[in-house]
């Protein structure tokens, strides 16, 4: 027994399951066994996918297709688009979702292809720290733009 | 142990869906971390959102953007094949023919979407040519 063998793996909580399993129809992930934690994540990625083919795909359209970019500036955002309730909604949502879906996501390809522990255990972190302050900062520009339809009827 | 990729994966007819759903999904999350940072601009710093803002309006912000609309609607329609085989099983018989359907919808609505997003590269040529 080596002593490489024998210590003990400092990342062992970010540890995926011994063996992935591709699906050979879909190309994802086959459902996770054993592991409550994987599950949920594998659940989690496409009940928010569903969601994200919605709201990205709408949020998208709207932003090309009805506003040109051209016609699009900070006045637009605050006086036009976020002038209303549903659509801070709409688009808080979407941070929401995508912010899960897409560190999610990332997670898995950091834990495909960092194997040295460390590295791993330093990604992850890194990977949800970054996810955390960019949910902050969606959250503080959606909610403490001023809404013109509330405040100019007072 | 170390495993290599091509092992681990077996490339097949699928694996083109795979390597695209992957390679989207990495572009979509880098745009994600510009996107939420420049709409945090409009409270911190209207200017500096404006000229990017110009810059998303320019030729190459838009061929960016339709990068960007291809690399989305990719990702929207191959994941939502994974979802419909993944929680119905049954659905794995028509694997084929979702597959088709993923890159028909990709043409039909994509097209129209870059050339709306294009409009400003065809339409003064279109105009140069008095057909339009």
Do not use: C
Request: overall charge positive; proline content about 6%; glycine content about 6%.
């Amino acid at each position: 027994m080596t002593a490489q063998q024998s210590a003990p793996a400092p990342a062992e909580s970010v540890q995926p399951p011994a063996e992935v399993v591709v699906s050979p129809t879909s190309r994802a992930r086959v459902r996770p066994r054993g592991s409550r934690k994987e599950l949920a994540v594998w659940y989690l990625m496409r009940v928010t996918a569903v969601a994200l083919f919605v709201l990205a795909l709408g949020h998208f359209s709207i932003l090309h297709f009805i506003w040109d970019p051209a016609a699009q500036n900070a006045e637009f955002i605050q006086d036009e688009r976020w002038n209303s309730i549903f659509w801070r909604g709409f688009d808080w949502l979407l941070l929401t979702t995508v912010i899960i879906h897409a560190f999610l996501g990332v997670r898995t390809v950091v834990l495909d292809y960092i194997r040295w522990p460390v590295v791993r255990t330093g990604s992850l972190w890194l990977l949800y720290v970054v996810g955390i302050v960019l949910f902050i900062l969606g959250t503080q520009v959606i909610v403490t733009i001023p809404l013109e339809a509330l405040t100019s009827g007072m | 142990m170390r495993v290599p990729l091509t092992a681990r994966y077996r490339p097949r007819a699928g694996m083109v869906a795979w390597a695209f759903h992957r390679i989207s999904g990495v572009g979509i999350f880098a745009f994600i971390l510009l996107h939420v940072i420049d709409i945090y601009l409009v409270g911190a710093n209207p200017n500096m959102y404006d000229d990017l803002l110009a810059f998303y309006a320019s030729i190459p912000g838009r061929l960016l953007e339709v990068v960007l609309g291809a690399a989305l609607l990719y990702h929207a329609l191959n994941g939502l094949r994974i979802v419909i085989i993944d929680l119905w099983p049954a659905m794995t018989v028509y694997h084929r023919q979702l597959w088709q359907a993923t890159w028909i919808i990709f043409i039909v609505v994509g097209v129209p979407g870059a050339l709306i997003i294009l409009r400003p590269v065809w339409l003064p040529l279109l105009q140069q040519l008095g057909l339009a």
